[in-house]
């Protein structure tokens, strides 16, 4: 392998300044982590991933499952609720803001985080309006789509409150969408 130039020995003014502005960059950032007290480079943010699972199987926490956070009810009949407390297992407390949730909402919900297993936690999930109906085996219609839009909506907007002895997970259950209408593409931030 070639060992670069010196600076005095490029003869192109342009790739000289170039090599300059890289050398001062270089150098300043030297300067600013010497200063911070910085003498190696910080470590590698941890990477949190899902428990795997297989391809037919879902996955859910209990306290989602075991609490009326998902309820049996007809979607016409949704409440809006205002940090009303759950039905829930012992040892864990759920609160819930928001309209009601169904159980056609928690097949949303799982489908997103089913489809997001395979990424690290905070990763960007995308899919298409089409796979992901069909793997609810649902179908694909206006009115289908329009449904998954509602759903997914509910998901961001509600906040639930969930705690366990002394810790909370105060949050949504999916962070943000973003959706293209022309090619029912999705792009979920499950949260």
Same mark, same amino acid.
């Given at each position: 392998?070639?060992?670069?130039?010196?600076?005095? $020995?490029?003869?192109?003014?342009?790739?000289?300044?170039?090599? !300059?502005?890289?050398?001062?960059?270089?150098? %300043?950032?030297?300067?600013? %982590?010497?200063?911070?007290?910085?003498?190696?480079?910080?470590? @590698?943010?941890?990477?949190? !991933?899902?428990? /795997?699972?297989?391809? @037919?199987?879902?996955?859910?926490?209990?306290?989602?499952?075991?609490?009326? /956070?998902?309820?049996?009810?007809?979607?016409?009949?949704?409440?809006?609720?205002?940090?009303?407390?759950?039905?829930?297992? #012992?040892?864990?407390?759920?609160?819930?803001?928001? !309209?009601?949730?169904?159980?056609?909402?928690?097949?949303?919900?799982? #489908?997103?985080?089913?489809?997001?297993?395979?990424?690290?936690?905070?990763?960007?999930?995308?899919?298409?309006?089409?796979?992901?109906?069909?793997?609810?085996?649902?179908?694909?219609?206006?009115?289908?789509?329009?449904?998954?839009?509602?759903?997914?909506?509910? /998901?961001?907007?509600?906040?639930?409150?969930? $705690?366990?002895? !002394?810790?909370?997970?105060?949050?949504?259950?999916?962070?943000?969408? /973003?959706?293209?209408?022309?090619?029912?593409?999705?792009?979920?931030? @499950?949260?």
């Amino acid at each position: 392998m070639a060992e670069p130039l010196p600076k005095d $020995q490029i003869d192109d003014p342009d790739l000289r300044r170039i090599f !300059q502005r890289f050398q001062k960059t270089a150098e %300043e950032r030297r300067t600013r %982590e010497a200063e911070e007290g910085r003498t190696e480079p910080s470590p @590698p943010a941890k990477i949190i !991933q899902l428990p /795997l699972w297989p391809e @037919p199987v879902g996955g859910a926490p209990n306290s989602f499952l075991r609490s009326a /956070l998902f309820a049996a009810i007809q979607g016409k009949g949704r409440k809006q609720m205002k940090r009303e407390l759950l039905a829930t297992m #012992q040892g864990v407390t759920v609160r819930f803001t928001g !309209q009601q949730l169904d159980q056609s909402d928690l097949d949303v919900w799982e #489908q997103s985080v089913h489809l997001a297993r395979f990424n690290p936690v905070g990763n960007i999930c995308c899919f298409t309006g089409y796979a992901f109906l069909k793997a609810l085996r649902r179908n694909t219609g206006n009115a289908e789509y329009q449904w998954l839009d509602d759903a997914i909506e509910r /998901l961001i907007a509600c906040a639930v409150i969930i $705690q366990t002895g !002394q810790k909370e997970y105060v949050g949504n259950l999916i962070g943000s969408c /973003l959706r293209d209408k022309a090619t029912r593409r999705y792009r979920l931030a @499950p949260d």
